[in-house]
């Protein structure tokens, strides 16, 4: 019952504010010429998921088995650091509104060179590692409230507090998905179909990232 509480209390973590708003804005910023890509849609939130739940799992274990744990001060410095990647993220998809998603391309096949109108994304297409790295700054500013429980879960067993902080961590990441999925359900499918409204919704989640971002870092000085 307890193992299935982690789950149920990892799903509900991943829905923190910073959490949601990070990854709305990361998708937002991929979205532009990707609105009917379940892949890229999963990808994020998948790898935010990845990168929250290893740097969580690491540093849950190595204070289970070995007593180590972060320093107040690294807690705090994350908190404020998941802070600035809001306002970066923010000011990021802010500034995609400006820039053009279609440029001419001029390319040669069977023979025939022809010029067309492609999106930008599929030219300069790469792997975006973004997500796991905020993924994990916000796996290490959240760990002294799992870190905190911690104790009282190792007083049963080792193994038990190690699954526990595992099924924590699967738990955050299906969570995620979860948001994932009604990102591509509902957002990709309705409101990015309209050019003005998709940069309505792109112009909101990108203010209200730089807004919470430095209301983040105030209260991570506090």
């Known amino acids: 019952m307890i193992i299935l509480f982690a789950?149920?209390?990892?799903?509900?973590?991943a829905f923190d504010a910073d959490h949601v708003m990070a990854v709305s804005n990361l998708m937002c910023k991929e979205s532009e010429n990707k609105s009917k890509d379940w892949s890229n849609t999963i990808g994020q939130t998948l790898k935010w998921g990845i990168g929250?739940?290893?740097?969580?799992?690491?540093?849950?274990?190595?204070?289970?088995?070995?007593?180590?744990g972060m320093e107040e001060a690294w807690v705090q410095s994350a908190e404020m650091f998941a802070g600035v990647l809001l306002c970066v993220l923010g000011i990021a998809t802010l500034f995609s509104l400006r820039q053009k998603s279609l440029t001419l391309h001029t390319h040669s096949h069977k023979g025939l060179t022809h010029t067309h109108w492609v999106s930008?994304?599929?030219?300069?297409?790469?792997?975006?590692?973004?997500?796991?790295?905020?993924?994990?700054?916000?796996?290490?500013a959240g760990s002294a409230s799992i870190v905190a429980i911690l104790p009282s879960?190792?007083?049963?067993?080792?193994?038990?507090?190690?699954?526990?902080?595992i099924v924590?961590?699967?738990?955050?990441?299906?969570g995620m998905l979860g948001f994932g999925f009604f990102w591509n359900k509902f957002f990709n499918k309705l409101v990015f179909k309209y050019q003005l409204l998709q940069k309505i919704v792109r112009g909101t989640f990108g203010s209200a990232s730089c807004l919470l971002g430095v209301y983040w870092i105030h209260m991570s000085q506090i």
């Open 52 to 68: 929250h739940g290893g740097i969580l799992s690491v540093i849950g274990i190595v204070f289970i088995w070995f007593g180590l």
């Open 120 to 140: 930008k994304s599929k030219l300069n297409s790469h792997v975006n590692h973004t997500p796991v790295l905020v993924g994990m700054v916000h796996g290490m």
């Open 153 to 165: 879960l190792m007083q049963t067993s080792l193994a038990f507090a190690s699954i526990y902080l």
């Open 7 to 13: 789950g149920m209390l990892g799903m509900l973590h």
């Open 168 to 174: 924590f961590s699967l738990g955050c990441l299906i």
